[in-house]
């Protein structure tokens, strides 16, 4: 319980940030006039936005399952991180627009030195901010913080390239190369929304889960199923933080269902406390329904 608060205040926090970083940003375009400050800009406008379908999303994950929703509410995370995809898209195609606009208008920038510092500031919180989302989101199996966190990276990624871009503006004096440089902004936003929305669709998909969390499974099913003879057709697939595993448990067809249920228990327990949130399904089959395959425990 405390793990699930934790998480709905770091979402929350995670609002605030983006308000804060969209304030100093919008004030640097101000500033500025620059086409390229204001891509960055409507790029923490999206921040925003996807902070607060991320809170809605994490709350909603929280909830016990019902009788509606059997299997939980943590396929939530993965619709949030999908909507955090389509809005990074939506901000690159607005960013295009007026770099396009800027190109063939260009003009030259208002007090830049400014506008450089307060872009640099806004810049360090996001990338504090950022590993902050991707580590706890990692840590806590959470779609929703990490996409977040993922994308605050690319915001900081724009944001040094667009500071980098205004300083050769204010040596060289060429103003054409503010609108160009938010024009490569966009491209790098719209690689990043594919990365999150392409992550996001393998968890609604059922994907399994990682290799090295199914190596782990395996091995606790083998080393704690003494009296079963083999245990085949190992699923598993990832719904948020929580991963659902089921199998086919073989056992001698003159055993009891009492002895039988004593090593599924057995094989529960120790997957518990092996690999946290998990839901297990175990089928028992007599012998006669061995495949001589999977894992043999005999």
Known sequence: ?????????????????????????????????????YSDA???????????????AVRL???????????????????????????????AILIIREAVLGFFAPHVLMAPAQG?????????????W?????????QVRSPALEADGKHLLT???STIGVLIGLVLVFLTGWAVLDPILAGLVALNILWSGWGVMRDSVGGLMDAATPPDRLKRIREVIAGNADGAIEAHDIRTRQAGSLTFIDFHLVVPGAMSVDAAHAICDNIEAKLHEAVEDIQITIHVEPENKAKHAGIVVL
């Open 1 to 37: 319980m405390a793990a699930a608060n934790k998480t709905v205040t770091i979402a929350a926090l995670s609002l605030l940030v983006g308000l804060v970083v969209l304030g100093l940003k919008l004030l640097a375009w101000w500033t500025t006039g620059s086409v390229a400050l």
């Open 42 to 56: 409507l790029e923490s406008i999206v921040n925003v936005v996807t902070a607060v379908v991320a809170l809605i």
């Open 61 to 91: 994950a929280q909830k016990p399952a019902d009788a509606a929703l059997p299997y939980g509410y943590h396929k939530a995370e993965y619709f949030s991180a999908v909507i955090v995809g389509v809005m990074i898209i939506v901000a």
């Open 116 to 128: 450089l510092a307060i872009s640099l500031g806004a810049t360090a919180i996001n990338v504090v």
């Open 130 to 138: 950022a590993f902050v989302l991707i580590r706890y989101g990692r």
């Open 155 to 157: 915001d900081v990624i």
